[in-house]
């Protein structure tokens, strides 16, 4: 089985978390769509990379975006990072960087270009999904002015990772 990790890319960390906060409420509307946590991906003025999520914190979903966005964020600062109240503690370096390459699908360019995104003051909405409700989550993103990529992520690729996570002491 696979999810879909949505990620849309808006002008600014408010304008994120305008729209993170727009598509909780569409969600709430809609008792057919439930896709849990949402994330928002920013550098800070110390150019620190910072995630945060909004939206239920139940393990199986809430951890899953958090996890996504702590590897990414750890990936784009470099190595190895501290991000706590995301994942909660230090990842090892070789998971972050299976994870991403082969359980997102996620390039060295896909990375680059969000980097140069999250450099230029843009940030990221992150929202982890069942794949039937990809699309209507890209376009619900879209509409609030995101500029959308998907990658699709198995769900034993997300229990890999937890569990390495876990098992490092994050």
């Known amino acids: 089985m696979y999810k879909q990790l949505v990620l849309a890319i808006f002008p600014s ?79 090892v370096g070789g998971l972050v960087g299976s994870f991403v390459h082969r359980g997102l699908g996620m390039s060295d360019e896909d990375l680059r270009l969000l980097g140069e995104h999250l450099d230029a003051g843009r940030a990221a909405v992150a929202v982890l999904v069942p794949e039937k409700e990809a699309a209507t989550t890209s376009a619900e993103l879209k509409k609030l002015g995101g500029d959308i990529t998907t990658y699709q992520v198995s769900e034993e690729a997300l229990q890999q990772a937890a569990e390495a996570a876990k098992g490092a002491g994050v």
């Open 13 to 91: 960390e408010t304008a994120a978390d305008q729209a993170a906060g727009e598509l909780k409420g569409w969600e709430k509307a809609n008792d057919e769509i439930k896709r849990g946590a949402i994330g928002v991906l920013v550098k800070d003025n110390n150019g620190k990379i910072k995630a945060h999520k909004l939206g239920t914190r139940e393990a199986t979903r809430g951890a899953g975006v958090g996890l996504v966005l702590g590897i990414i964020a750890t990936v784009l600062s470099g190595g190895l990072a501290l991000l706590a109240g995301v994942v909660g503690g230090i990842i």
